[in-house]
């Protein structure tokens, strides 16, 4: 009898022992390509750096640790009246428009992508006769709103930030219809309805001087939730379908894999992009947040690329509870100005290795959904099978992965609790393998990276016509240029690609 029940006793534990080993299953079924991840370009409410470059330097562009490469910045109704700084050489503007340039022009060097979002038309064009959106019963303020005989106003306005930012030598990428037009508001504020926001994009956005400011892209308005009723009445329409570029929204109250799939889902339909421009995830804003909510924010990286996202832009870029410190002693020790905080290497996972590849899909045998124990997502880009791995819990194991592929070798970068932050270390692997086991410690967030066998016949038989490639690059918006710079997409005529840097 005793000698049954240790047996019984062995087979439980080893019940347990492969109860705690998590498969993931990889498919070459292919969804978004990422464009990539950024901040906003402020640490206050819209208070832009100005000549304080650091956080941009810190944060943008391939040689960076972080490697940033979306920067969103606002296109402030404001005067500046007859403030001036003669040291900016700025265009002749009267708009408050100066504060972004140093570290937009910054960004551009390093070959990432700038987009200009108005919180609110200037005053004289809306309904209330102020910047500001009206949510204020002490001052009795009207809902602000464009007014109907302005429509033919606002798309000039955004062509003259265009040329500002041109003639102080920012190209801007794109530019937003409205910052949150759902969300009544005390500061500077617009409200739109879905039907507002068609009209106008519908019968307007044709004045939006594309080829003057090198083919600037137009990103519907941002609503507060990712309300999908606002993005699904422009897509619906043909005409302003082929007006919109990008569709946008945060997700404030409302999970990546809720308004925002449902969003994306007809947005995908139309090869449209999908952002997420703006979210905080604030846990507790008294203090610097603890590792499981960074572990956390990991999460919603990732229900953003499950959900559809082609590009994730966080909120503030230098906050106590963002990617680099204020100096603000209240908020603890490791709060040190314009040094990174360890937000800024968790955003790393997914801004130095998943910008520029295509989310594959990828199962695991355990529950999925928001804020999961465990989650996964997989990409390929180039030679690279990448396989995201968060962990919330506190038991350490190994990962079984299965891959569409044979690879031959292999990365680990982990990042988990008392400063181990994006430690390295590689993957053995003797020979090629389409399945293969890999450490997965507690409380951690894992970045496999693994290169392909090119010589897997699953994956393509290469002639001596293959073997002779020729290349062409495209910038992280698609389009394809001729003299490659800064970061952009390599792509072979023997149907690889990758995203590389080109110096000028």
Same mark, same amino acid.
């Given at each position: 009898m005793k000698k049954n029940f240790t047996l019984i006793l062995a087979l439980v534990a080893a019940l347990a022992v492969q109860a705690r080993v998590i498969t993931i299953t990889v498919s070459d079924v292919r969804y978004q390509t990422i464009t990539g991840f950024g901040a906003a370009c402020c640490d206050g409410a819209m208070c832009p750096f100005g000549n304080d470059t650091q956080p941009v330097k810190l944060l943008y562009g391939p040689k960076s640790k972080i490697g940033l490469n979306i920067m969103r910045m606002e296109i402030s109704p404001n005067f500046i009246g007859d403030v001036v700084v003669p040291e900016w050489n700025y265009w002749d503007s009267p708009y408050d428009w100066k504060g972004s340039l140093p570290s937009a022009k910054i960004v551009k060097e390093r070959g990432g992508i700038v987009f200009g979002t108005p919180w609110s038309p200037p005053g004289e064009y809306k309904t209330n006769g102020t910047a500001q959106g009206g949510n204020s019963e002490d001052q009795g303020y009207q809902h602000g709103e464009l007014r109907e005989d302005c429509y033919d106003k606002f798309f000039p306005w955004l062509n003259t930030f265009l040329e500002y930012m041109k003639s102080n030598g920012v190209d801007v990428d794109a530019v937003s219809v409205q910052n949150e037009p759902d969300w009544w508001v005390s500061y500077s504020g617009c409200l739109y309805t879905p039907q507002q926001?068609?009209?106008?994009?519908?019968?307007?956005?044709?004045?939006?001087?594309?080829?003057?400011?090198?083919?600037?892209?137009?990103?519907?308005?941002?609503?507060?939730?990712?309300?999908?009723?606002?993005?699904?009445?422009?897509?619906?329409?043909?005409?302003?379908?082929?007006?919109i570029d990008i569709i946008a929204g945060h997700i404030y109250g409302h999970p990546p894999l809720v308004n925002l799939k449902n969003a994306a889902e007809l947005a995908s339909k139309y090869g449209k992009e999908v952002w997420m421009t703006e979210h905080s995830v604030t846990d507790n804003i008294q203090r610097l947040?603890?590792?499981?909510?960074?572990?956390?924010?990991?999460?919603?990286?990732?229900?953003?690329?499950?959900?559809?996202?082609?590009?994730?832009?966080?909120?503030?870029?230098?906050?106590?509870?963002?990617?680099?410190?204020?100096?603000?002693?209240?908020?603890?020790?490791?709060?040190?100005?314009?040094?990174?905080?360890?937000?800024?290497?968790?955003?790393?996972?997914? $801004?130095?290795?998943?910008?520029? +590849? !295509?989310?594959? %899909?990828?199962?695991?045998?355990?529950? *999925?959904?928001?804020? @999961?124990?465990?989650?996964?997502?997989a990409y390929i880009k180039g030679d690279s099978l990448?396989?995201?791995?968060?962990?919330?819990?506190?038991?350490?194991?190994?990962?079984?992965?299965?891959?569409?592929?044979?690879?031959? $070798?292999?990365?680990?970068?982990? +990042? !988990?609790?008392? %400063?181990?932050?994006?430690?390295?270390? *590689?993957?053995?692997? @003797?020979?090629?393998?389409?399945?293969?086991?890999?450490?997965?410690?507690?409380?951690?967030?894992?970045?496999?990276?693994?290169?392909?066998?090119?010589?897997?016949?699953?994956?393509?038989?290469?002639?001596?016509?293959?073997?002779?490639?020729?290349?062409?690059?495209?910038?992280?918006?698609?389009?394809?240029?001729?003299?490659?710079?800064?970061?952009?997409?390599?792509?072979?005529?023997?149907?690889?690609?990758?995203?590389?840097?080109?110096e000028q």
């Open positions: 926001q068609l009209n106008l994009v519908k019968n307007y956005a044709h004045m939006l001087d594309r080829e003057t400011y090198n083919g600037v892209r137009l990103i519907s308005a941002e609503p507060l939730g990712f309300d999908p009723n606002y993005s699904n009445m422009l897509l619906q329409d043909e005409t302003a379908r082929n007006q947040p603890n590792w499981h909510e960074q572990l956390l924010f990991a999460e919603e990286l990732n229900e953003c690329m499950q959900a559809g996202c082609t590009g994730y832009i966080y909120w503030y870029m230098r906050a106590h509870w963002a990617f680099v410190g204020t100096g603000e002693s209240e908020y603890g020790a490791d709060n040190v100005k314009n040094q990174l905080l360890p937000r800024a290497y968790v955003m790393a996972h997914f $801004s130095k290795h998943v910008t520029g +590849s !295509t989310r594959l %899909d990828a199962k695991c045998n355990t529950a *999925t959904g928001t804020n @999961a124990a465990f989650e996964t997502t990448i396989v995201m791995a968060i962990d919330t819990t506190a038991n350490s194991g190994d990962l079984k992965i299965k891959l569409p592929f044979k690879v031959k $070798s292999g990365i680990h970068v982990k +990042s !988990t609790a008392n %400063d181990c932050l994006l430690q390295e270390s *590689t993957i053995d692997i @003797a020979e090629p393998v389409d399945e293969i086991m890999v450490e997965k410690p507690e409380r951690s967030l894992n970045t496999y990276i693994f290169i392909i066998d090119r010589e897997d016949e699953a994956i393509r038989e290469f002639t001596q016509a293959d073997r002779k490639v020729s290349k062409t690059y495209y910038d992280l918006s698609g389009r394809r240029m001729e003299t490659p710079h800064g970061v952009c997409i390599e792509k072979c005529s023997d149907g690889s690609s990758r995203v590389v840097y080109m």
